[in-house]
């Protein structure tokens, strides 16, 4: 029996059991296991693309039983997503290799009768790549996302624009590093990618951040002495839309796990009082600087006392649709309910810490989450209780097709090949 493609089973199987996020059961699972390595790295790539998946692959499950209604067991269920998407979709070893590797998981771990019947299903699998997706019906499905998230983006993008925002966020996600401008020269940079074999390009807003074409992995020793961190292009863009300057007093104040932070810090070089925050002590215990001006606590945005600011960064709680390409996870575990509770969190958050704004200060309110109801219905929200705060429309370095027609920093990912993140600067006029 194939041991990591009976690994793969479990993580699934723990994921559709359990509340937790895929990476955080996957982590766990490793660690417990004693996985690492190329095999740690094939049954991530195998355990996130069915998971990204996994609407279709229950689609063509569905279709292929007798009794559609039919209940099937998680692991039995997750044997056949993991046989159908090899089978049909990832190529990488021929159909009768996987489907044989798959019946033999089966007849190990339930049985002779439900490993017939993985046999019978994958075997019909290869049809499936004739399957049309003209039946809007089942549009949601063919794509992979649930229906209320389906229908929500429609009403909100329009069917066209959902396909195209859906089709990208299904796509092998893409990955950008942002150098350490105070630790490594952008030549010295270029010279280690020629000489191990990386390829980057530099974005073309930035002297800082790069794109990520070949061998990440190659970058290991630089991401873990600090010359380079991964962080997608946007998520910058945000911190670059907060303009920290060297002598402020800076508040990162749902910091973790500290990206954001860490560019922060590197932009103001010692120099001012930056204090980096977050109520989850888990999430930021690892996080650490180099810089003796910062200060790393343990605090409630929505209800602890801070000291007053000349900016305020506050990325807040979301849903994190935005994400969706990096995190194929999200699109399963949120829900209409969790994102009203977001708000009411959102807008707690906010409407406490203008308070501790220094008048002329300015607060950058952001989200990862590409949903209205947690960027302008916060943002409008708080600018009718706090009239003597108003929103700065000057954008300076952000590209105009970042921007939304309100003038909030939004790229919509397809366009902008970013994470989906939603910004705005509100500056407080008393």
Known sequence: MDPLRRQAVDVLTLFDKESDQLKKIRDEYCKKHSIGGKNRQRLTALTNSVVRWRGRLDFWIKGTLKKPNRKIQPELKNILRLGIYEVVMDNKIPAYAAVDAYVEI????????????????????????????????????????????????????????TITLVDYFNETPKTDIRRNNNLLSHNDLITFCKENNIEIELWDNSETFYKIFYNLSGLRNLIVTGLIRVQDRAAGMVVEYLEPKPGETILDVCAAPGTKSSYIAELLNGKGDFYISDNNSTRMEKFESEYKNVVIDIKDAADDEFPKADAILIDAP???????????????????????????????????????????????????????????????????????FYMDMETKNIPDSWLDDRGALAPFPPISKTDGMFAVKLVNGS
Not at 107 to 126: P, Y
Not at 325 to 350: A, C, H, T
Not at 356 to 381: H, M
């Open 106 to 161: 089966a007849k190990k771990t339930l049985g002779k009768g439900q490993s017939k019947l993985t046999n019978a299903i994958l075997r019909k699998a290869a049809g499936f790549k004739n399957f049309s997706e003209s039946d809007k019906s089942i549009l949601n499905k063919w794509h992979s996302f649930p229906g209320w998230l389906w229908g929500k983006w429609t009403k909100q993008f329009g069917l066209e624009k």
């Open 318 to 388: 979301c849903s994190g649709t935005g994400v969706i390409g990096k995190k194929p996870d999200i699109r399963w575990r949120r829900s209409m309910d969790e994102i009203y509770d977001f708000v009411i969190l959102q807008n707690k958050i906010l409407n406490h810490m203008s308070q501790f704004l220094k008048p002329g200060g300015r607060i950058i309110y952001s989200t990862c989450s590409i949903e209205q109801e947690e960027n302008w219905g916060v943002v409008d929200a708080f600018l009718k209780l706090n009239e003597h």
